[in-house]
Structure formats: structure tokens, C-alpha cells
């Protein structure tokens, strides 16, 4: 996955991954330019999901927001 995946529309992307876990809060999903495997991280802790699931998570919200 690449920044630019990660980036796209973030605000959006960040409300489809709170719907999907709804533990998850703002600073959960702070994203930060270098940090990416840090958030994937804290995602991957708080849901209980492998790094594979979270990955997936997150292109399949940030590509329906963003590839219209």
C-alpha cells in the first residue's frame, strides 16, 4: 500500500473506517507522513484484525470515496 493510497481523501476514508470499527477515534487514524506503519499498527490492535484485513479496510474506503 502507498502513501498516496493511504493519503487520497483521508476525512472521508477515516469516517468509513470508524463506521466499519466503531472503537476506533480521530486520534486512532491520525495519519501522518511517515507514520503509516504506525497507525496500520494501532488499527491492527484496537480491532483485533490481521495487517491484511486493515489494509484492505482501508483501500476498499478510500477507493469508493475517492474513484468516482
Not at 470499527?21 to 487514524?29: C, M, P, Y
Not at 491520525?30 to 479496510?57: F, H, N
Amino acid at each position: 500500500m502507498t502513501t498516496l493510497e493511504i493519503k487520497g481523501d483521508w476525512n472521508i476514508t477515516k469516517g468509513k473506517l470508524k463506521q466499519k470499527w466503531a472503537k476506533l477515534t480521530d486520534s486512532d487514524l491520525q495519519y501522518t507522513q511517515g507514520k503509516q506503519e504506525e497507525m496500520l499498527g494501532r488499527i491492527q490492535k484496537i480491532t483485533g484484525e490481521s495487517r491484511e484485513v486493515v489494509e484492505k479496510a482501508i483501500k476498499e474506503a478510500s477507493g469508493s470515496c475517492c474513484n468516482n
